[in-house]
Every structure is written in C-alpha cells, then in structure tokens.
C-alpha cells in the first residue's frame, strides 16, 4: 500500500469510501453487512487505513454498518471521516444534534476528519451564515475539544463557490474533497480549483476517481490506445494513475461496491505509477473525445448573455446542460439549478433565437434549453 504523509500522520493513498457499500435486493438502503465487514476486514489487512462515510449514505445505514464493521478494531488503528449533511436545507439548523448521533451510529468518541458535507452554489449563503445557523462556530468548538482532529470541506459547486467558502473559512480548513477524474479535470474545472487550493496550501482529497463507474470502462478504440501505451495496465487503473501524477493529492477514495472492485484497486495502490507527459497528455486528449459525445461546444464567450431578453447566464446552463447530458441524469445539475430564481432557469427561455444568432459555435441554444427542461421533468 502506497502512504501519504498529512501533517503528522501517513494515510493510506487510498481510502475506502462507504457510499456503495454491497446491498440485498437491489435496495441502496439494505446494506449487505456480512459482505460489507468482510470487504472491511480486506481492506484493514491490506494496510487501508482511512474510513470515509456520510450521513445520507445508504439511507443514513452507512454510518452504522461501517461503525459495527471498524468496532472490531483497535480504535487508533484507522482513521474515520464523516460530514455534516448541508446539502439538505432541513438539516441547517440541526448540527449539534446530527453530530452527536453521528458519534453515537459509529460508536466512537471522536472523528479524525470531518467534513462540511458538499459546499455548493444551493448550501454557500447557510453554511456562511454562522449567526442564524452556527455550523462553523460548532463545528470548530468541537475541535477545539478534541472531537474533531481534522476540519474540512467536500465542494461540488463551481470555482466562485470555492472561492467564496474559502474566503471566509480557508485559514481555518486543513483538506479539501473534490470530484476528480480526468474528465472533470476540464469538465468541471477541476485543474482550476486544485491551483486555487495550491494557493491555500490545502491539500486534495478525491472523490469520484472513476466517475461512478463511468471510467472503468472506456470507447474501444480509446482502450485499444491505451493498453498499447501500458500492456499490463488495467483500464480503471489509469484513472488512479492519473490522479497519482497531481502533487496537491494526498487521499484517494474508491466506493467499491465488492471483493473483486477491492482486489483491483489493493494491487493498483501496491505500486506507485504515475503517468508521463506524454500519456497525460494521450489521456486528456482521449477525455476530449468522450465528452464531445452529447454535449454541446460552449466555449463561454457570454455573446449569447448580451442579445438574451431574459438574461439568462446561457453559458453557465450550457455547462449543467452538458454535465447532466454526459452523465445521463445526476444531482450536480438539479442542485446548481435550485439555487438559481424560477426566472433565470432553462425553461425560462422565450425561444427568441436573438442569442443563436451570435453564437460563433453554431449551437442552437433554444433547442439545447428546451431539451435540457424536458430532460429536468
């Protein structure tokens, strides 16, 4: 197992994530305990040592499979991180009381690592507003008492979100969960938000490394490609590759939903092979050509936003247009919208076409909202 070094501590390079733990019956709530304490049992002898659960997890049963699962363990054996679940409006105002049961589901005293759970364009506003709901305010007494070893945050929103949380919190947080793959590394600005973190001196903590599953399996032709470069390579294995190339990263997740998903990435993090210039740039490339596929070519030169009637952010939809398009639905999309008035969504488009007209990319924009509305229901 290849190891990190955090501050004071080494973490394994790959953390065992507990959001698609095995279940029974096809039902995301029934977690499949046995299988899921044998994988942990895996896991703990092949020198992981970082548990990454939430609350929303499996219906709220991830925090609990995983506690029973890590009790048979010496308690400073691993390290355990969880979140505190602002992505859900409800849960605001409740952070006293969701921590404390957090500590009773997982049967511990405290967390090595603690998140603010998916900062994003819908949450900023709440999780800024420390007078009306607290979160920060708690959240660092409870470091302050020795509950929480190390604070961060996850971020699924775009880099002026980052921006904003780190403005007002960065001093303060010690890690960083991103979505991060080699599609999103352009795809969702990725590269950007690791340079910003960089400028924090914030170190990366990875989520999504294969894109749900997406990466796993590639174009046939774009895996022809690539087991021409690295024979012995398996292909999920250059997503992790890739990301063993960016200096910023320290921690990988893998929610691995099996034995055999464990198997693999145990052997892939036996060794550490980052990619080079040249296959970094193949990759990327590659990830060029899958995203062209159902997507549409904004390049965000905001002509469009000047001739709209409505002023409507046209490019900013375009990007949640394509991100619910390449993923084939998702909650990245939904979540940004509802953040935004009724007025300044896709359906608001009054097919004027003014913005079609200007378009140096020929994208017929009236037809791209319409169906990304019929796409949202």
């Known amino acids: 197992m290849i190891y990190r070094n955090f501050q004071d501590i080494q973490l394994s390079a ?9 279940v029974l019956h096809n039902n995301d709530h029934e977690i499949d305990e046995d299988a899921a ?44 991180a969880t979140k505190f679940p602002g992505y859900d409006a ?4 409740k952070v006293e009381e969701i921590f404390e049961k957090q500590l009773e589901k997982l049967g511990v005293e405290y967390f090595d690592f603690y998140l603010f759970h998916n900062v994003c364009e819908m949450n ?7 007078e009306k709901y607290g979160i920060f305010s708690y959240l660092m007494k409870q470091k302050e008492n020795g509950r929480i070893r190390h604070l ?39 590269k950007d938000k690791v340079a910003l973190l960089d400028q924090w001196n914030i170190p990366v903590w990875v989520m999504e490394p294969l894109r749900g599953g997406k990466l796993a399996k590639l174009p046939t032709d774009t895996e022809e490609k690539l087991h021409s470069l690295r024979p012995d390579e398996e292909i999920p294995a250059w997503a992790f590759r890739f990301l063993q190339s960016i200096p910023s990263i320290t921690m990988i997740l893998s929610g691995m939903s099996n034995e055999e998903q464990l198997q693999k990435n145990l052997k892939t993090f036996s060794v550490e092979r980052p990619l080079t210039q040249e296959e970094n740039h193949i990759l990327l490339e ?10 549409v070519p904004c390049t965000a030169c905001h ?23 390449y993923t084939g639905g998702g909650f990245i999309a939904p979540m940004a919208l509802s953040a935004l008035p009724e007025d300044k969504r896709p359906q608001a488009c009054i097919q004027c076409h003014s913005c079609e007209q200007v378009c140096p990319q020929q994208i017929h924009i009236p037809d791209v909202l319409t169906d990304f509305s019929a796409r949202l229901g």
């Open 286 to 295: 590659e990830a060029g050509k899958m995203l062209k596929k159902g997507t």
């Open 14 to 22: 790959l953390g065992f994530g507990a959001m698609r733990l095995p």
């Open 303 to 325: 002509y469009c936003v000047s001739h709209c009637p409505m002023s409507l952010d046209i490019p900013h939809l375009l990007s949640l247009y394509n991100e619910h398009a």
């Open 124 to 130: 900023i506003d709440a999780y800024l507003d420390d």
């Open 90 to 93: 409800s849960n605001w105002g």
């Open 37 to 80: 304490l044998r994988m942990v049992d895996t896991a703990m002898n092949n020198g992981i040592n970082y548990y990454d659960t939430a609350w929303g997890y499996h219906g709220g049963n991830s925090e609990t499979v995983l506690g029973k699962a890590l009790a048979r363990y010496p308690r400073d054996s691993y390290y355990l």
């Open 152 to 190: 961060g945050f996850s971020c699924h929103g775009k880099i002026d979100v980052l921006q904003r949380f780190l403005d007002a919190y960065g001093s303060e947080m010690e890690f960083c969960q991103l979505q991060l793959n080699y599609l999103d590394w352009t795809f969702q600005g990725g």
